[in-house]
């Protein structure tokens, strides 16, 4: 009974971190057709920028409450000026060429983006436990959980919720729907099809910083996570069908279930269990499973 909690828990908990890790860049995916490895940048600048500006705002010896301030604001403004800088720098320059080009071409930046974060923060690692610490813990069936996890996993239905909204319930997404559909018709009938590309770009990289900013207080960032993230982040969408809001949301809770089962039972077989999930699935379902109708098969 109690492992039964634990792997539910601990499945939920790595779920919504995965879902904030990577809705972004099926997002992206969707929108564009571009398969974005930047976007492990993203995450990177957002955890450093998250973790940087909490460590200086505690020195100051101030109410930790306004650090869940901090996190978002951080993300904002990183994504915001990362994605703008890049979308206007390097990809509008892009567009319409080879998805294997656009693929080289994100990864060249993401190795940029690895440098940049050295080069701003240095290469020592950075903990700002002071968020996650402050709200303490609950117990559940006796098993200690951390209630900041619990507001990772409110905030990431709040995403998913809100993406929802504005893509189905409001003009604006709706015309992105047409976009997503067809760019020359939707060009022809006279929609700036890049703003929404641009829009769409920050966006993603918005959400991509905003969860690394989200998961800086429970790890200790350090070169590198942002090349670990989207290693998962790709199982994930490839899972759940690339260019899917919903299929992230679905791929994440397979691949966090999926986890916590192996890290429970066997721990050894961490990783491989998500990657054999997502060999399974693409045997059944070649395109993921909520993938959209002009899905490419991996």
Same mark, same amino acid.
């Given at each position: 009974? =109690?492992?039964?909690?634990? !792997?539910?828990?601990?499945?939920?908990?790595?779920?919504?971190?995965?879902?904030?890790?990577?809705? #972004?860049?099926?997002?992206?995916?969707?929108?564009?057709?571009?398969?974005?490895?930047?976007?492990?940048?993203?995450?990177?600048?957002?955890?450093?920028?998250?973790?940087?500006? !909490?460590?200086?705002?505690?020195?100051?010896?101030? $109410?930790?409450?306004? $650090? +869940?301030?901090?996190?978002?604001?951080?993300?904002?403004?990183?994504?915001?000026?990362?994605?703008?800088? !890049? &979308?206007?720098?390097?990809?509008?320059?892009?567009?319409?060429?080879?998805?294997? =080009?656009?693929? =080289?071409?994100?990864?060249?930046?993401?190795?940029?983006?690895?440098?940049?974060? @050295?080069?701003?923060? %240095?290469?020592?690692?950075?903990?700002? +436990?002071?968020?996650?610490?402050?709200?303490? $813990?609950?117990?559940?069936?006796?098993?200690?959980?951390?209630?900041?996890?619990?507001?990772?996993?409110?905030?990431?239905?709040?995403?998913?919720?809100?993406?929802?909204?504005?893509?189905?319930?409001?003009?604006?997404?709706? =015309?992105?729907?047409?976009?997503?559909?067809?760019?020359? !018709?939707?060009?022809?009938?006279? *929609?700036?099809? $890049?703003?929404?590309?641009?829009?769409?770009?920050?966006?993603?990289?918005?959400? #991509?910083?905003?969860? %690394?900013?989200?998961?800086?207080? &429970?790890?200790?960032?350090?070169?590198?996570? #942002?090349? &670990?993230?989207?290693?998962?982040?790709?199982?994930?969408?490839?899972?759940?069908?690339? #260019?899917?809001?919903?299929?992230?949301?679905?791929?994440?809770?397979?691949?966090?279930?999926?986890?916590?089962?192996?890290?429970?039972?066997?721990?050894?077989? &961490?990783?491989?269990? *998500? +990657?054999?999930?997502?060999?399974?699935?693409?045997?059944? @379902?070649?395109?993921?499973?909520?993938?959209?109708?002009?899905?490419?098969?991996?």
């Amino acid at each position: 009974m =109690l492992t039964a909690v634990a !792997i539910s828990l601990d499945g939920l908990g790595f779920a919504a971190w995965l879902f904030l890790a990577s809705v #972004g860049l099926t997002l992206i995916y969707g929108v564009m057709r571009i398969l974005n490895i930047a976007h492990g940048g993203f995450y990177a600048l957002g955890a450093y920028s998250a973790a940087w500006a !909490i460590g200086l705002y505690t020195q100051t010896g101030q $109410t930790i409450a306004l $650090t +869940y301030l901090i996190i978002p604001v951080a993300a904002l403004v990183v994504g915001v000026v990362a994605g703008l800088t !890049i &979308e206007r720098g390097v990809m509008r320059y892009m567009y319409g060429r080879d998805e294997v =080009l656009m693929v =080289l071409v994100t990864y060249a930046i993401f190795l940029i983006l690895e440098d940049v974060t @050295k080069l701003i923060w %240095g290469t020592d690692s950075y903990i700002a +436990y002071q968020p996650a610490y402050w709200l303490g $813990t609950i117990e559940i069936f006796g098993i200690p959980y951390t209630i900041y996890k619990f507001l990772t996993i409110g905030i990431a239905l709040a995403v998913g919720l809100v993406l929802w909204w504005g893509l189905t319930r409001t003009r604006t997404g709706k =015309l992105l729907l047409v976009v997503i559909n067809d760019r020359e !018709i939707s060009s022809a009938l006279g *929609i700036n099809v $890049t703003l929404f590309f641009t829009a769409t770009f920050v966006i993603g990289a918005t959400l #991509g910083a905003l969860g %690394g900013a989200l998961t800086a207080p &429970e790890i200790s960032v350090v070169p590198g996570i #942002g090349a &670990e993230i989207i290693v998962m982040a790709f199982a994930v969408i490839v899972i759940g069908g690339m #260019g899917s809001i919903g299929g992230a949301m679905i791929g994440a809770l397979i691949v966090g279930f999926a986890r916590a089962l192996s890290v429970h039972l066997y721990p050894p077989a &961490e990783l491989f269990s *998500i +990657y054999i999930v997502m060999a399974l699935v693409l045997a059944i @379902k070649p395109y993921g499973l909520f993938a959209l109708s002009e899905g490419r098969k991996i």
